[in-house]
């Protein structure tokens, strides 16, 4: 009985702790000279007064590229200051590319409105469904964003028969991929297949919060109730494409700290 209250004591401290204080930094080199980070689902996390911790370690890390892979906030905010605040300061650092979640879309017409007109004002790129043709150290790249309907994340209220998403469907609102290095900004990495196939050369996700608990680095749970997503945290090999799925900042998590990654591409 003592073991298990010291356990269970032991388990509320650490749980509270990586909730509220500790922020992950995971590093992935894959033999390149362009340096991104990555920052997925921050949602109502504070990581410092308006997260000066995230841009702190930005200006610390000076990456070549900002990545945002959606869900920068949550769908019940309505005050958008203090991400405002976060994304100026991240620009003021590196060009900022960011793709919208399934929070960002569900938000009210007149709030998403205002969330558009913030990230501009900011000074971000928001590429739903767009591209970028950007040079980097002699290198040309291409910067592209999907989004997937809102139907593929929920459905007439709940998570039973959602929406698949095809490359059929992503050609149609993305296009045909361009000819040359494609780096792909993508909210859900349950459709990883599909950027694969499409012609990415590397993607990066979120959205899986590492699977809110990680067990011998598995993670448990997917946001749509699902056991065991296939795709929660770190590098996937898909056809060739390099998958890449930050656990994110936000929510809550057990065993899977608040995570920033940062790449060599």
Known sequence: MIIFLI????????????????????????GGNIRIMHISDIHHSRKGRYNCRIS??????????????????????????????????????????????????SLPEEMWSEFIKMAERAGAVILDN???????????????????????????????????????????????????????LAHNPLWAEVYAEWGADYAFSGHIHGGAVRFFGIGILSPERKFFPEY??????IGGMKLCVSAGIGKIRLFNPPEIVIYAI
């Open 7 to 30: 356990f269970t004591a032991l388990a509320a401290v650490w749980f509270i702790a990586e909730n509220r204080l500790i922020l992950n930094f995971r590093r992935k080199d894959f």
């Open 56 to 105: 702190a370690a930005a200006e610390k890390e000076k990456p070549d590229l900002i990545f945002i892979t959606g869900d920068f906030i949550s769908r019940s905010e309505t005050d958008f200051n203090s991400a405002e605040i976060l994304l100026k300061r991240l620009c003021s650092t590196a060009p900022v590319y960011m793709v919208s979640g399934n929070h960002e879309q």
């Open 130 to 184: 767009g591209r970028n043709c950007v040079m980097i150290k002699g290198r040309q790249l291409y910067i592209c964003g999907t989004v997937q309907k809102y139907t593929t994340y929920r459905k007439d209220d709940g998570y039973k028969n959602l929406d698949r998403f095809t490359l059929n469907d992503m050609k149609a609102a993305s296009g045909e991929a361009p000819d040359g290095e494609i780096l792909l």
């Open 232 to 237: 929660s945290k770190g590098i996937y090999d």
